[in-house]
């Protein structure tokens, strides 16, 4: 089954305690990216990559880094979490930039206290 | 704003009636696209519309789009309480070589038995 897997779903830590959500599709999917969600505010991108070892920022990609350095994961990482970072995380999917439909992950609700 | 606006934000029917859902922009598109999200679950794409096309149907889904108005619409026909869900336009802005979508604020969706 095609699908785009995140982990852990949920999630609530400390400021500044390093994590890493986890994505990984199982398409061959060439362009990857993450969003984060809040009320108000709609989805909101964070960081893209369109192929292995190329990535860039998206609109808010402030505290946040990622790695591209298989075709199938991308994983987002928080070195210093903050409380502002408290969201909803999706990581979406496609096969090509943008003519074609992204593929969603079910989220990772992210919690800092 | 970026993003597109959507309207209406909440919408209540009953099951068997019609929802229509709107959503214009500003600036020039490459591809408008609606998803679906249900509750505490990753977005489903539904349908992609380029900006040469005008009109497509998926099943009980039909979406328009007017290049002209900058507007989009989604209409689901006879619908089910199964689509209670928010919906979201995504457009992929014409000049962008990144394939980073700007979703709306979308459109929350009940459909009562």
């Known amino acids: 089954e095609a699908q785009v897997t995140q982990n852990p779903r949920y999630l609530i830590t400390v400021t500044g305690k390093k994590l890493t959500v986890t994505c990984s599709q199982n398409m061959n999917h060439e362009y990857m990216s993450w969003y984060r969600q809040d009320p108000g505010l709609g989805l909101r991108q964070i960081y893209y990559s369109m192929n292995v070892e190329v990535t860039d920022k998206g609109d808010v990609p402030e505290g946040y880094k990622v790695s591209r350095k298989e075709k199938r994961n991308f994983p987002l990482i928080l070195e210093s979490p903050s409380p502002n970072q408290t969201s909803l995380y999706f990581c979406?999917?496609?096969?090509?930039?943008?003519?074609?439909?992204?593929?969603f992950g079910d989220g990772t609700r992210l919690s800092i206290l | 704003s970026q993003q597109g606006e959507e309207d209406p934000q909440a919408l209540s029917i009953q099951e068997g009636e019609n929802a229509t859902m709107n959503c214009s922009y500003k600036t020039s598109i490459n591809n408008l696209q609606w998803y679906r999200q249900n509750s505490g679950r990753g977005l489903v794409h539904l349908i992609l519309?380029?900006?040469?096309?005008r009109e497509k149907h998926s099943g009980r889904l039909r979406v328009t789009l007017d290049t002209s108005k900058k507007s989009s619409s989604l209409l689901i026909t006879a619908s089910r309480a199964a689509d209670t869900a928010s919906y979201f336009c995504a457009r992929l802005p014409g000049a962008s070589n990144t394939g980073k979508l700007i979703f709306g604020q979308g459109t929350t969706l009940q459909v009562k038995p």
């Open positions: 979406a999917s496609s096969a090509w930039t943008g003519d074609q439909p992204q593929h």
């Open positions: 519309i380029r900006s040469n096309e």
